[in-house]
């Protein structure tokens, strides 16, 4: 499990709370409560309440199941995010946040400062193009596109356009292990890519208890194992990548609550991993904050 290998911090501190931004409205909702709050009083799963879950396919009535595997978690600090940004892939590396923005003829591939959300560098896709799931893979940028087929290297100084690459069906979400590029499609299928000729090497289907889990969009590798946001959905699960087993979820529906004013936030898509600090970022398309969270003990 990622928390028993101490990939996630327990525990968060109020000045680091505070040192978020535009906080005045959603502090007043008890800030260092972990989500959800008391599993025990509620009557249904928490995986199927909440905003954000009316687009969502196959809600699961087993919540006794559910509820076995949820992770508690809590929001570390608040940045500003774009409002404007359909939020298809985030990456964090090295002090850098990189971000895919989508809808075409006006998709983007962009450098943001997290602490401001203010846009360092920004590159127009060619309007035929719906940017999607972004990783990094050495010094290069790979961007999928949704429905064409198409993938896009670029340098991630420059932003240059190195070459293309070409895959079946749809690009939704896209990381790596280090060794391979691991995409997703929007079904329960996650590929794993060969990162030099883009050649599938392997797929796994994803399954909780047996069950496939459909509309797997953005992803993340997070110390061993691939974390998926499902579409239309404000979870994200832990998966096994050998065997596609789903080995715990995320309810992250309270970020709604965060959101300050805003108006038609879209999904919440978009996780990305900073190794040398241990920090997770969530945020969504059309969202104006980007989240730092932590799972909570339990
Ligand atoms: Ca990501």
Not at 119 to 141: A, H, N, Q, V
Not at 202 to 224: F, H, M
Not at 250 to 270: K, T, W, Y
Request: aromatic content about 10%.
């Amino acid at each position: 499990m990622i928390r028993q290998r101490g990939a996630f911090r327990l525990f968060s501190s109020l000045p680091g709370l505070l040192a978020g931004v535009g906080l005045t409205g959603f502090f007043a909702l008890s800030p260092m409560n972990c989500f959800p709050e008391d599993l025990s009083k509620r009557t249904s799963s928490p995986l199927v309440q909440g905003q954000g879950m009316e687009r969502g396919k196959g809600h699961r009535d087993k919540s006794d199941d559910l509820q076995a595997q949820l992770h508690e978690w809590k929001i570390v600090r608040v940045y500003p995010h774009d409002p404007t940004a359909f939020t298809q892939g985030l990456v964090f590396s090295e002090g850098r946040l990189f971000e895919s923005t989508g809808i075409r003829a006006k998709s983007t591939l962009r450098e943001v400062e997290l602490e401001t959300g203010r846009i360092l560098k920004s590159r127009s896709l060619d309007p035929k193009y719906f940017g999607e799931g972004l990783t990094l893979w050495e010094d290069r940028l790979i961007q999928l596109t949704w429905q064409s087929g198409t993938g896009l290297v670029w340098n991630k100084d420059i932003f240059h356009l190195e070459k293309v690459f070409h895959y079946e069906g749809e690009g939704w979400g896209i990381t790596h292990n280090g060794q391979h590029l691991i995409m997703s499609d929007g079904s329960a299928t996650l590929r794993f890519l060969d990162p030099k000729t883009f050649e599938k090497a392997r797929s796994v289907v994803v399954r909780d208890r047996g069950e496939s889990v459909e509309q797997l969009n953005e992803l993340e590798w997070i110390n061993g194992e691939i974390v998926a946001n499902i579409w239309g959905q404000d979870r994200i699960a832990r998966i096994s990548p050998a065997s596609g087993q789903v080995l715990g979820w995320i309810d992250l529906s309270a970020l709604r609550n965060a959101l300050g004013p805003v108006q038609g936030p879209d999904a919440l898509n978009g996780i990305a991993y900073d190794p040398e600090r241990d920090r997770i970022f969530i945020t969504g398309k059309l969202w104006p904050r980007l989240f730092e969270i932590q799972l909570c003990p339990q």
